[in-house]
């Protein structure tokens, strides 16, 4: 029994039947995909979630487990630029992966970067050699291996933020935040994450980004079908409310409508969180007590508007980072602070780059996310949305990245973080769960097998390895250890 299916628990599920258990999924909403969901209005199609593809022999991998091939799912294709980066004083840089056409962008802000950029290479490859070859898919269910491992993450300078080792080696601000903006893609604060996600550097460098054709939505039909033929059941609009417990075990779910489901193995692929508070009783809760998930960091929430124009914006390239006047501050504001800034750093998707299909003919379909606190700053998002959402589209014209877009406007969709929390039960409405810090890694993150009740895992971005679907889909092949 798999609740939720988002890609770590389409991945728990494909991966759990394949090895012969007669496994049912269980989505609470009408479609699956969780935070890849998708959105259709007037002929425009929008993946609500992840558009970056940065491993995709993950999804290799896991088509591989059930004796498939993703190929027959699924096109995925590469982009390039993987981000045009753009700074408040108009300078532009293109991030690519191919390595001449790199170092030549570093020149033009600074030549003597160059030198410090290739060392710091060799440092992300060294990280991922170990925390992505060897600790990935490693199960963090005892202390003693991460003891064992400790000594190699200290080696990495696991103990330093990612913003705090670029600035080791390159110099010029602006480098440092081209180089150290990644951690955002899985909530993580650069000035806070564990050097180990600097590893995401080499990792796009070495396989590339991608998007899938159709969309990521159409990664996520794929997914479905193979499971399906396979002899998976997927159940939509069946949101569990209970893991039944007994003997310290558990039997099965029980569903909203008061259906059960018993089960030898329950996967949650929910909100961490929200599965312990919501779904196992306290009287079955050693560890996971209510106040001490309210005691862990949880990380940042975004705002996404999601648009269609009539007119075409051929300059655009498919990912665009458009960053504010304010690196550090505007960090602090989202992630200590808690407040909603003036000014903000924004992601632009454009898939119609790559894939026309997505939006009717002539037309255009994006969206743009600006990073904001979770829920615990209070904010009132049903009052806030619809002026935060204008300041942000106006940005966009202002900055003559999407000229006239108001006057090409067709669709317009807004989710803000309440609706995080209302519509996948993401605990204060997080965007990714629990922040990517040291203390909250590997063995320190919630794990994949509960410590509280027997036959009950995890996977997802709230478990080990964590946010990300790289991460996500890992999450499943952790569980071999456990599920034969
Ligand atoms: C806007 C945005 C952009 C992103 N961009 C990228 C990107 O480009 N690249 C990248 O790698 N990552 C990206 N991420 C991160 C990535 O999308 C997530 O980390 C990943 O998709 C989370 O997958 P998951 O397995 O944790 O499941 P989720 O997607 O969180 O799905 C969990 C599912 O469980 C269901 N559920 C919860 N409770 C219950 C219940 N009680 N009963 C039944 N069902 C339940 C929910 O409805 C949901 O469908 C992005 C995230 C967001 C929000």
Redesign the pocket.
């Known amino acids: 029994m798999v609740?939720?299916?988002?890609?770590?628990?389409l991945?728990a599920a494909i991966r759990t039947q394949a090895k012969g258990y007669a496994v049912t999924l269980?989505?609470?909403?009408d479609a699956?995909?969780?935070?890849?969901?998708v959105y259709r209005d007037q002929g425009f199609t929008y993946d609500?979630?992840?558009?970056?593809?940065?491993v995709p022999f993950v999804f290799e991998e896991l088509a591989a487990a059930a004796g498939k091939r993703l190929s027959d799912y699924v096109k995925i294709v590469p982009c390039d630029p993987f981000y045009r980066i753009h700074f408040p004083d108009g300078r532009v840089f293109d991030y690519r992966g191919d390595t001449a056409a790199l170092e030549a962008e570093i020149a033009k802000f600074n030549p003597a970067d160059v030198a410090g950029y290739r060392r710091f290479h060799d440092y992300s490859r060294r990280v991922f050699d170990r925390a992505f070859t060897d600790l990935a898919a490693h199960s963090f269910d005892s202390f003693w291996e991460m003891v064992k491992v400790a000594p190699d993450l200290l080696r990495l300078r696991a103990d330093q933020s990612v913003y705090h080792r670029v600035s080791h080696y390159i110099q010029d601000p602006a480098l440092r935040q081209v180089f150290s903006f990644e951690p955002l893609?899985?909530?993580g604060n650069p000035l806070n994450s564990s050097a180990i996600y600097s590893m995401i550097h080499f990792l796009e460098k070495r396989w590339g980004v991608h998007f899938a054709m159709g969309g990521t939505g159409a990664l996520v039909q794929g997914l479905v079908r193979l499971f399906g033929e396979i002899g998976g059941v997927l159940h939509c609009n069946?949101?569990?409310?209970e893991i039944v417990v007994e003997n310290g075990r558990a039997r099965g779910v029980r569903l909203a409508d008061g259906r059960f489901f018993p089960a030898d193995l329950v996967i949650s692929?929910?909100?961490v969180a929200?599965?312990y508070r919501?779904?196992v009783a306290p009287a079955h809760r050693r560890k996971w007590t209510d106040v001490r998930l309210e005691r862990l960091r949880y990380a940042m929430s975004?705002f996404?508007v999601y648009f269609g124009t009539d007119r075409q914006y051929p300059h655009l390239p498919h990912h665009s980072i458009i960053l504010g006047p304010r690196y550090a501050g505007l960090l602090g504001d989202i992630f200590d602070k808690k407040i909603v800034a003036e000014d903000f750093s924004l992601y632009l998707h454009a898939p119609t780059r790559t894939d026309p299909s997505l939006a009717p003919p002539g037309g255009e379909c994006f969206?743009v996310?600006s990073p904001v606190p979770h829920l615990g700053g209070g904010q009132n998002w049903h009052d806030l949305k619809d002026a935060y959402a204008d300041r942000i589209l106006a940005s966009l014209e202002k900055t003559h990245l999407v000229p006239d877009l108001r006057r090409h406007l067709v669709s317009k969709l807004i989710?803000t973080p309440q609706d995080?929390h209302d519509?996948?039960?993401?605990y204060l409405g997080s965007?990714?769960?629990f922040e990517p810090t040291l203390t909250q890694s590997a063995w320190f993150r919630p794990h994949n097998k509960s410590e509280d009740v027997e036959g009950l895992y995890f996977?997802?971005?709230?478990t080990h390895p964590g946010?990300?679907?790289?991460?996500?889909v890992s999450?499943a092949k952790v569980l071999d250890k456990w599920i034969h």
């Open positions: 609740i939720g299916s988002g890609f770590g628990g991945a269980l989505e609470m909403r699956p995909g969780g935070r890849a969901y609500a979630g992840p558009t970056i593809i940065t893609l899985i909530g069946a949101r569990a409310t692929n929910g909100d929200n599965t919501k779904l975004l996404v969206y996310l989710f995080f519509s996948l039960d993401a965007a990714f769960q996977v997802g971005a709230g946010a990300g679907l790289p991460g996500v999450s």
